[in-house]
């Protein structure tokens, strides 16, 4: 885990997120918390439980991406998922226990990656190798005539030459034959789902033990086949039990699991019908909040100190309309503000990857230079805060598709302007957008 103070993550945050500052604090200090529990002495270390945290605020503010950036931050494994999704079918929905697989499976390619970079010296080398016997076969054996010289010599030096050509580059687009492996699927059959909806959790890994592999010999350039054995000979290098075990214990103490829309699994004052399947939902929630042990097709995971970041809009609900038992295991409450004028102009140019900037690297790569004025970012701003004044909130995510609109017609154009400066103002912003400024029913026009 990154050691990183809560200062110190705060301002990684500030570097991609605009405003929210006491959602940004509170995640660090969690966060920190963390770091600190792995140092506490092991009989202690048991008892310190995650200050689980529950977000309040409307959509497009930036509760989901203070999660998403954090688990960057830290390495850590990170899901997100709707609460809502565990009430779409009947009453019991999918497993809710199929959201700690799913951050296995994260984990599990956290921990792959790791382990592929310490092998990736010796992969390379054995892939050279490879590929050499591929372009330059060895002979079963060597049969010298009377004065000739020894052809295995002979053989060594060529593929020697051949050798400093792969390295330089040079055989990048020469033809080999090589062998690939493709796992067969396992057909499901009737009895053999799972309660998220796919196989039981070591079924699917028992099938693919005993179905046959599917052996194919393909013909490709160099450079492809480089990729394909790159592959082959990590998962040759890797322990595969080691990757499982780690991945395991990194989902345990360092998992971020994000629930979203937790308002919407609030019921309804003597509620029936779709009530009684969000009440459930809740009750189904407490142990993986509170602490359980779930299989998964990698080894039991408890999920004791998985951090659960629970988040909501919250308009015509409480968090206190939650189970009291869930609502417990929240302890930590932040709210976040509704985005101003000027959020909506420091969300356009602050951010390292502010749509400004993206869309301008966008044009760039066909030759056109596109610059924003200063009068144009808070024309856009004004814009965007109106139209979700005047309509549905939906926060930050309104500017998408008013940068999309405003740059429709440039973005068409620009493979045959070939090169040229665009000089984006309040004027041309005004004139994309006349037609919603000149209506007052902004409505007609939800963008």
Known sequence: MKELTPREIVTELDRHIVGQADAK???AVAIRNRWRRQRVDE?????IAPKNIMMIGPTGVGKTEIARRLAKLTGAPFIK???TKYTEVGYYGRDVESMVRELVENAIGIVREQEMAGVEAEAKRRVDDRLLELLAPTPSSFSVGPGEEDPAERHERTREKMRAMLVAGEMEEREVEIQTEKKVQAMMLPGMGGGDGGMDIDMQGMLEKILPKQVARRKMAVKDARKVL???ECEALINQDKVNAKAVELAENLGI??????????ASEGGKG?????????RDLLPIVEGTTVQTRYGYVKTDHILFVGAGAFHKVSPSDLMPELQGRFPIRVELNDLTHADFVRILTE???SLTKQYAALMATEGVTVNFTDDAIDRLAQLAFDVNQTTQNIGAR???TMMERLLEELSFEAPDMKTGAVPINAAYVDERFREITADEDLSRFIL
């Open 351 to 353: 951010p390292r990857a």
């Open 230 to 232: 790159f592959e082959q």
């Open 398 to 400: 309104r500017l998408y």
């Open 43 to 47: 009989s202690l270390r048991k008892e």
């Open 274 to 282: 779709a009530d009684v399947s969000r009440q459930g939902v809740q």
């Open 81 to 83: 998922v709707e609460a």
């Open 257 to 266: 699991i994000f629930l979203d829309e937790m308002d919407k699994v609030v």
């Open 25 to 27: 604090r509170a995640v």
